[in-house]
């Protein structure tokens, strides 16, 4: 498994793709930070660095659909260019295959969080002025930015799912999109219908989409309980969506 890791993850950074989406988020925080900068200087903007970081937040349920570009970037077409039937035709577990690419997934993924986080981070530091709430603010990112972390797993689970058994990209993304971005308001209308049992049951549905910890506002600062809810709903996905794509990939027959 140590091989195919290491193999995958050669392949995962050495492709253009990834490489490009990686400069890309880096050189779009780089920006904002600048203009955060630039707008400051020019009296339109006088927060401090810890202002700039809470400024992040908001974006970080980006982050469930931009797991989705993580996934493509390591998948990157297998089933087109022939490369997973090669795999399988070579006598390579299909265990070892599904999970290898689903962790390469996640360690690229999260490197580039970190990667496009510390460069926002530094370049705020180094050009915003410091503030006295600076500590609260630093304390309530990172305090977000650990809900938010399994929710991305969570959405990168269930792209890798659903790429491993549809073998066309557009419907791939029309099926995970569809999920991503319909299940949780389809259910919010539905508990907007009454108080009955359907309004009941639309609402403990709801709580266990990937959305619905972003979409609460105001959180205490280290609620325990958010923290349980985001994790437990988040490797809930991960962990039934790893279950049933490697149970359907075990299956499937790949031409």
């Known amino acids: ?143 977000r930015l650990l809900a938010a972390v399994p929710l991305w797993l969570g959405a990168l689970a269930l792209t890798m799912a659903v790429m491993f058994n549809i073998a066309h990209t557009i419907p791939v993304m029309v099926i995970v999109l569809t999920i991503l971005m319909g299940l949780g308001p389809t259910l919010r209308g539905m508990m907007g219908l009454g108080t009955g049992w359907l309004a009941d049951w639309a609402e403990v549905l709801y709580r266990l989409t990937l959305t619905a910890p972003m979409d609460l506002g105001a959180v205490s600062l280290w609620d325990p309980a958010y923290l349980l809810w985001c994790w437990g709903v988040g490797l809930l996905w991960t962990a039934g969506c790893t279950a049933v794509g490697l149970a359907l990939f075990a299956r499937r027959d790949i031409h």
């Open 1 to 143: 498994m140590r091989a195919y890791l290491t193999a995958e993850w050669g392949k995962a950074v050495a492709r253009p793709y990834y490489r490009i989406y990686l400069a890309v988020m880096v050189a779009l925080a780089a920006a904002l930070a600048l203009i955060w900068w630039w707008t400051g200087r020019e009296g339109m903007f006088q927060g401090s660095f810890g202002e700039c970081l809470s400024l992040l937040i908001p974006f970080f349920s980006a982050g469930i659909y931009l797991a989705v570009i993580v996934a493509d970037a390591v998948f990157s077409d297998q089933y087109k260019t022939g490369t997973l039937k090669n795999e399988v035709s070579y006598g390579i577990p299909r265990e070892r295959i599904y999970l290898g690419k689903l962790a390469t997934a996640a360690v690229a993924g999260l490197l580039l969080v970190f990667l496009t986080l510390l460069a926002y981070a530094v370049l705020c530091r180094l050009l915003i002025p410091a503030g006295p709430e600076d500590w609260q603010a630093v304390q309530t990112f990172l305090f």
